[in-house]
């Protein structure tokens, strides 16, 4: 069992950055391959980045290659998301979760846990 709490999500200017934190619970956070989708107003949940349990490799959307970087602590038991030249259109919840796939998974039916989500606002 794991369970995933996000934090850092708020209200930022167009063309800002934000650290999106996830921490987790449970002593077997390590096994777990580590993902970040977002939800923006009335779209369907999409993926965004994902990262090895390891934290050796990493896979983005096109739309986050470039901006944003998915990074991991074991130690600490976290997950983030730094974004970076953020855009109106990044606008949505994000949410992390857990997958026990054995490749870096981009579709959230191979995700085992989420979060709550956390609110990212962008302004133009």
């Known amino acids: 069992q794991v369970q995933l709490v996000e934090s850092g999500g708020k209200l930022v200017q167009a063309g800002g950055s934000l650290r999106l934190s996830c921490a987790a619970s449970?002593?077997?956070?390590?096994?777990?391959?580590m993902g970040w989708f977002r939800q923006p107003p009335g779209k369907e949940r999409e993926f965004v980045a994902a990262?090895?349990?390891?934290?050796?490799?990493?896979d983005y959307a096109d739309f986050a290659k470039g901006r944003f970087t998915i990074s991991r602590d074991n130690a600490k038991i976290t997950v983030y998301l730094q974004m970076n030249s953020l855009k109106p259109e990044d606008t949505a919840t994000y949410y992390c979760?857990?997958?026990?796939?054995?490749?870096?998974?981009?579709?959230?039916?191979?995700?085992?846990?989420w979060g709550q989500g956390t609110q990212v606002t962008v302004s133009s």
């Open positions: 979760a857990a997958s026990r796939a054995r490749d870096i998974p981009t579709y959230s039916g191979l995700y085992d846990y």
């Open positions: 449970g002593r077997t956070f390590n096994t777990y391959l």
């Open positions: 990262i090895s349990v390891s934290g050796d490799s990493a």
